[in-house]
């Protein structure tokens, strides 16, 4: 269905994204992460309604093998399931998406010591799907193709020495012949890079430093040589306009922490932005070079990655269909940018925020509060959203029915001072100080939100008492699915937010949902898995949540049983 | 001395490491800040971390009277292989017994 003035844009994408396989251009599979290449993870089906889905059963399980954070979001291609475990990937599965059996199983060996080079959890987001091959990412630096059919591995590539403190715990992108990857490591002071391997023979194609050098476009807006170890990583996902043909991606916060290493300590940083650091930018995917980009957050010293997922749509601005892209991100303002130019559209916020009044619409710059950026040896107290954001990478979703952003917030504060800080290899290169465990206004630490994007308004909310609660999975049956950090995984009507029913899987959800069709059945899949690294940094609050739900390792796939 | 100590690397024929600063109270708040600046993004600020095999608040119940020494060993030679750091050549003797001495103030006790 088409609402007047909105196109469904990535169903039809999509299709032409992967031309070259009758498989993935199926809309009832689940063919990349984001479901389509914007990102939208809308579930284009519509079987299981808010009429029926009180009657929503278990169909199998499939035991993921680790403990550690579960944040897969599954690939449904043709009959088959791919899905990741935590821990490397410890195991790449291949299953009957019908039934769980087993067909194949990938079980890399990862060195023991990639725990001290990766920061927040020993996770793997799922893997990416082109032309026949399985592409993961691993925690050790390497990219690996996998023949799909049997999990022999075709080729591995270096993308960075994981040693020096980087980790890919991300799918990477497939675009045309090219799969493309960032990596992690803003908390270890890499200099951030993306880079484009040939889906045939694994090599390296083109490589985009996120940071320039000195003498580079936009290297004047670094203090000295503090671009060597400039962070600007990106280590979540990338998004793909084949009608463009732009590759999008965001970057992470600056290194270190503290901004002093970078520019003045001051809100009047002047030039010394840290280009291209917590950044959208918008690449030409076959010279790998940078179209346009939109810097979030200048001069960041709150770690406000500006790595959160570009959400692709096409909609009506000031009368005219628009491409845009949607950006919740970490600095707590929602951007409406046209992501063939570039242009800001419209950034408010969609959570609490007292670190900046708003963003300047010229300048594109928010504008900042003094007290609220933290300096050398001087605290910067209560600052919301904490560095946690809010959002972080639990993903949200676009519902070209509701015309809604779903999105999985944080309400949490924080205080933060600079320190000094030295670079050493392989360890963390912060030069800061934090107390994160401060609960925003109202008392609850999380809520599912429903944003309308074009009016910058919140539609509906529910809160969550813990923080960290799951990616988000609208459908056509007009539901909204997300998990929480206790494990609960919910069923909601997506115009009203209203639950309709939930289901206790045992261990936290923070992954996002898929839906997919098979032999004419609608199955709903989610991993589940509770967090360990992240809400270790919250104390008291961590503790509570250490005791909401055991740490835990599964997929779990949902249908509606025969009347 | 027993079979965990040796299995964790410390050797038993060095000396037992002893705290420069043990009981002095005023060493606290900036052991407490190094510790948070250094360790917390693994151990949590404040040391009040929910995951036992992490919780630095254990040391004692887990290892009393030797807790100095396995703290010593284990911060300066790490155990890369589990996730712990090694710490020599980055920080200094004194600032690892700064930290021990705030860690000693927030110790479970048996």
């Avoid at chain 1, 939208?40 to 009180?54: A, H, P, S």
């Avoid at chain 1, 093998?65 to 599965?93: C, R």
């Avoid at chain 1, 901004?259 to 930018?281: E, H, K, M, W």
């Avoid at chain 2, 040391?59 to 589990?82: D, I, Q, S």
Wanted: hydrophobic share 35%.
């Amino acid at each position: 269905m088409r609402r007047p003035g909105f196109v469904v844009a990535f169903a039809v994408l999509t299709g032409m994204l992967c031309t070259d396989t009758a498989l993935a251009q199926s809309t009832t599979g689940w063919p990349v992460y984001g479901g389509d290449s914007g990102n939208t993870r809308y579930g284009k089906l519509d079987q299981i309604t808010t009429k029926n889905v009180q009657r929503l059963k278990v169909a199998w399980v499939l035991q993921l093998g680790t403990l550690e954070a579960q944040e897969s979001t599954p690939l449904v291609i043709g009959d088959t399931l791919y899905v990741t475990s935590s821990s490397g990937p410890k195991h790449v599965f291949a299953v009957e998406a019908k039934t769980g059996t087993v067909r194949w199983r990938y079980s890399p060996e990862i060195p023991a010591d990639v725990q001290q080079t990766t920061c927040c959890g020993l996770d793997n987001r799922g893997v990416a799907y082109a032309k026949g091959k399985i592409f993961v990412t691993r925690l050790d630096g390497y990219l690996v193709a996998l023949d799909a059919r049997t999990g022999k591995e075709l080729w591995k590539s270096q993308v960075v020495d994981y040693t020096q403190g980087a980790a890919i715990t991300s799918p990477p992108t497939a675009v045309k012949n090219l799969v493309v990857t960032g990596f992690a490591g803003g908390e270890y002071g890499v200099r951030g890079y993306i880079s484009a391997f040939d889906q045939d023979t694994g090599k390296e194609v083109w490589r985009l430093y996120t940071v320039p050098a000195t003498g580079e476009p936009g290297s004047e807006t670094w203090k000295g040589d503090s671009w060597k170890f400039g962070g600007g990583a990106a280590w979540y996902v990338g998004s793909y306009d084949p009608q463009l043909n732009l590759l999008y991606y965001g970057t992470s916060n600056p290194a270190p922490w503290a901004a002093v290493v970078r520019g003045p300590d001051s809100s009047a940083y002047g030039d010394f932005t840290n280009l291209f650091t917590a950044s959208t930018l918008a690449i030409d995917p076959d010279s790998g070079k940078i179209v346009w980009h939109y810097q979030s957050t200048p001069y960041d010293a709150w770690d406000y990655d500006g790595v959160n997922e570009l959400v692709l749509a096409d909609v009506v601005v000031g009368g005219q269909t628009t491409p845009v892209l949607f950006k919740a991100d970490r600095n707590g303002f929602f951007y409406v940018l046209n992501r063939k130019t570039g242009k800001l559209i419209s950034a408010e916020p969609y959570v609490f925020v007292n670190w900046a009044t708003g963003v300047d619409k010229a300048s594109g710059r928010p504008i900042e509060i003094p007290e609220k950026r933290p300096r050398l040896d001087t605290w910067a107290r209560d600052i919301c959203p904490n560095l946690f954001g809010g959002k972080n990478w639990e993903p949200m979703a676009y519902s070209p029915q509701t015309r809604l952003v779903y999105i999985p917030t944080f309400n949490l504060c924080m205080d933060l001072a600079g320190r000094t800080a030295e670079y050493k290899r392989g360890m963390f290169y912060l030069g800061s100080e934090w107390d994160l465990a401060k609960v925003g206004p109202g008392g609850h630490m999380s809520e599912a939100i429903a944003w309308d994007p074009i009016k910058n308004v919140k539609v509906w909310g529910n809160k969550e008492e813990l923080p960290f609660m799951g990616g988000m999975l609208p459908t056509a049956g007009g539901l909204v699915f997300h998990g929480n950090i206790q494990g609960w995984f919910k069923a909601l009507d997506a115009s009203t937010g209203k639950l309709l029913w939930q289901f206790n899987t045992g261990s936290g959800i923070s992954a996002g949902p898929v839906t997919y069709e098979l032999d004419g059945k609608q199955y709903v899949a989610v991993v589940s898995g509770r967090l360990v690294t992240p809400p270790s940094f919250l104390g008291h609050i961590g503790e509570k949540i250490f005791a909401s739900s055991p740490p835990g390792g599964a997929l779990f796939v949902f249908e509606l049983p025969a009347p | 001395m027993t079979g965990w100590l040796l299995a964790r690397g410390a050797s038993e024929t060095a000396p037992p490491a002893t705290n420069p600063f043990h009981a002095d109270a005023s060493v606290v708040p900036v052991g407490r800040s190094l510790f948070n600046q250094h360790c917390s993004h693994c151990h949590a600020p404040n040391a009040i971390n929910p995951d036992p095999s992490r919780d630095l608040r254990r040391l004692k119940l887990r290892y009393r009277e030797n807790m100095a020494h396995v703290f010593y060993e284990t911060v300066t030679e790490g155990r890369p292989t589990k996730g712990m750091v090694p710490w020599k050549g980055v920080l200094s003797e004194d600032a690892i017994w700064k930290i021990f001495t705030f860690l000693e103030s927030v110790q479970r006790e048996p």
